[in-house]
């Protein structure tokens, strides 16, 4: 059974920055391609950014372009989502997503295995 475990969600000032982490369990980390989305209260589930197993290839939703970034751990297996220049339209519940195989992929869809989320609160 896969596991994801996000966590470094919280409350923060509008400008400020916060460090998301997913830790996965019970499957290979290093074969699988990764994945954030985010759902805000009323809206649907959004893609946020998305890498792939290696590391090399990654894809961000324009609204985040240039203030996140995605990466990943292979030996931690851990993923990671550092997010700078916060705005309040970025308040959601944040997932983290994985696929059974390779490949960075943008849509919900294409992901097997999801975490519980962890909420980030952005203050205006």
């Known amino acids: 059974q896969v596991q994801l475990v996000e966590s470094g969600g919280g409350l923060v000032q509008a400008g400020g920055s916060l460090r998301l982490s997913c830790a996965t369990s019970?499957?290979?980390?290093?074969?699988?391609?990764m994945a954030w989305f985010r759902q805000a209260p009323g809206k649907e589930r959004e893609f946020v950014a998305t890498i792939n197993r290696s590391g090399v290839t990654t894809a961000y939703a324009d609204s985040v372009k240039g203030r996140f970034t995605i990466s990943r751990d292979n030996v931690k297996n851990t993923l990671y989502l550092q997010m700078n220049s916060l705005k309040p339209e970025d308040t959601a519940l944040y997932y983290c997503a994985a696929r059974s195989y390779n490949g960075a992929f943008t849509t919900s869809a294409g992901y097997d295995f999801w975490g519980q989320g962890t909420q980030v609160t952005v203050a205006s």
């Open positions: 019970g499957r290979t980390f290093s074969s699988s391609g």
